[in-house]
């Protein structure tokens, strides 16, 4: 079983950007499918951006292409979320997310491990 712990949240005005950092324990996080997903006051949680073991596979949020990037580095075990042209709509609490690889493409749904959440609060 692998734990999840994210970092890197904040305020931060319209326009700014923000690095989220989720690090592994208790399994390498190189057989893991890796996301991220966010939940804003009163919404459900939503997808965010996913990456497959090898780099070879991302998928975005219509939302958040082109602004955001996600990547992960498994000697380090940690998956990173790079928010760039950040909008007050992206004002959410955002989970990391890990679900055991079974194909080349990364899911969008049905992760089993989650992380606590780090806040994000993007100003107008």
């Known amino acids: 079983q692998v734990q999840l712990v994210e970092s890197g949240g904040g305020l931060v005005q319209a326009g700014g950007s923000l690095r989220l950092s989720c690090t592994a324990s208790g399994r390498t996080i190189s057989v893991y499918f890796m996301g991220w997903f966010r939940q804003a006051p009163g919404k459900e949680r939503e997808f965010v951006a996913a990456i497959n073991w090898s780099s070879s596979s991302t998928r975005y949020a219509d939302s958040v292409k082109g602004r955001f990037t996600i990547s992960r580095d498994n000697a380090k075990n940690t998956v990173y979320l790079q928010m760039d042209s950040l909008k007050p709509e992206d004002t959410a609490v955002y989970y990391c997310?890990?679900?055991?690889?079974?194909?080349?493409?990364?899911?969008?749904?049905?992760?089993?491990?989650w992380g606590q959440g780090t806040q994000v609060t993007v100003s107008s």
């Open positions: 997310a890990a679900e055991a690889q079974s194909s080349l493409r990364p899911p969008t749904r049905g992760y089993d491990f």
